[in-house]
């Protein structure tokens, strides 16, 4: 029984090796692949209620008929546009990241204000907040690209030391 499950963690080691690599080389290519295959579903799912909507019409509402084209639309939308989506996410959390280091760096300053002398670091942890923001902001599929290259190497990380400690007798 611990043979095999040994023999299992070390299949779905190499699947994490394999699709980390995948992540590590061709980053943008995954994205784009994974916001398709989430449009395709929606897609899908929006094509069959539009049907099952037609089937029942008389105790369907238009309600949700409209959910079903907006689901529709949406998923060709992805499919047709993923890079859009790429984007939006990681300009949002750009924004959001850098009005905390403006908020932060605010705070810091209260603090030089009120007298505290210890309001330096929270000074520069609060500007390297609104630089990491800033270029997050402007450079979105730069993040996106990075955090996805950094998410392979992690499975490749996790895959390697599964394998290796499932072979240490």
Same mark, same amino acid.
């Given at each position: 029984m611990l043979r095999r499950i040994f023999k299992d963690l070390i299949l779905v080691s190499i699947v994490m090796i394999v699709f980390g690599l995948v992540l590590l080389f061709w980053p943008e290519q995954s994205l784009t692949t994974a916001v398709r *295959?989430?449009?395709?579903? =929606?897609? *899908?799912?929006?094509?069959?209620s539009v049907f099952a909507w037609v089937?029942?019409?008389?105790?369907?509402? $238009? !309600?949700?008929?409209?959910?079903?084209? =907006?689901?529709?639309?949406a998923g060709a $939308?992805?499919?047709?546009?993923?890079?859009?989506?790429?984007? !939006? !996410?990681?300009t949002v959390m750009g924004l959001a990241i850098l009005c905390n280091g403006v908020i932060n760096l605010l705070k810091a300053l209260d603090l030089k204000k009120a007298g505290y002398g210890s309001w330096? =670091?929270?000074c520069l942890m609060a500007a390297a907040t609104i630089?990491?923001?800033?270029?997050i902001f402007n450079n979105p599929f730069g993040a996106v690209r990075t955090l996805v290259m950094l998410g392979g190497a992690?499975?490749?990380?996790?895959?390697?030391?599964?394998?290796?400690?499932?072979?240490?007798?």
């Open positions: *295959i989430i449009g395709a579903g =929606l897609a *899908i799912s929006g094509l069959a089937r029942d019409r008389a105790s369907s509402s $238009y !309600f949700s008929l409209a959910g079903a084209v =907006l689901s529709c639309v $939308y992805l499919i047709a546009r993923p890079e859009g989506v790429i984007a !939006f !996410f990681p330096r =670091l929270p630089v990491l923001g800033l270029v992690a499975l490749i990380y996790s895959g390697v030391s599964n394998i290796w400690i499932a072979t240490r007798d």
